[in-house]
């Protein structure tokens, strides 16, 4: 059925008007430090058990995530049905958005230091090794 597309029953169209799909905001990943935030909208629960509420804390108010399936506190990355929509929860509690990873450039760097070394201990081998003696 297309945008404009009419119902069989024409009375039915007035009454339940089609909805037009909204654009969405993105989620913007929402760390605390490092780890990983349970209040983030990224965050999510497989059983569907994540819900969200106010609490009074010593006079403010304050969100709070709260499990359905044990009635307190959501535990945070250490619930065994906690993921993240971008897959960026670590297994240590960590958001993968604030770990900075070794960029390529420095891989690159590494080998060409290794293949110099080899070079370099093959030419010295070469030189100096007797016959009998074999140097590693």
Same mark, same amino acid.
């Given at each position: 059925?297309?945008? +404009?597309?009419?119902?069989?029953? /024409?009375?039915?169209?007035? $009454? *339940? /008007?089609?909805?037009? $799909?909204?654009?969405?905001?993105? =989620?913007? /990943?929402? /760390? ?5 935030? +349970?209040? &983030?909208? !990224? $965050?999510?629960? =497989?059983?569907?058990? !994540?819900?969200?509420?106010?609490? @009074?804390?010593?006079? *403010?108010?304050?969100? @709070?995530?709260? &499990?359905? !399936?044990?009635?307190?506190?959501? %535990? ?5 049905? =906690?993921?993240?929509?971008?897959? =960026? ?5 960590? &958001? ?10 420095? $891989?690159? +760097?590494? !080998? ?20 009998? %003696?074999?140097?590693?």
């Amino acid at each position: 059925m297309g945008k +404009n597309s009419v119902s069989k029953n /024409p009375d039915r169209r007035e $009454f *339940y /008007p089609k909805r037009e $799909f909204r654009d969405r905001e993105l =989620a913007e /990943p929402k /760390p605390l430090g490092n780890m990983c935030n +349970n209040l &983030c909208p !990224l $965050f999510k629960c =497989a059983k569907n058990a !994540l819900v969200f509420s106010t609490k @009074v804390i010593k006079g *403010y108010t304050q969100k @709070v995530a709260m &499990c359905r !399936l044990t009635g307190d506190q959501c %535990i945070g990355y250490g619930c065994q049905f =906690a993921y993240c929509d971008r897959k =960026a929860l670590l297994p240590n509690g960590n &958001c993968a958005f604030t770990v900075k990873f070794k960029d390529g450039e420095d $891989f690159f +760097n590494e !080998l060409e230091k290794e293949e110099l070394e080899l070079s370099t201990r093959s030419r010295l081998v070469k030189r100096y090794s007797k016959k009998d %003696i074999f140097v590693e």
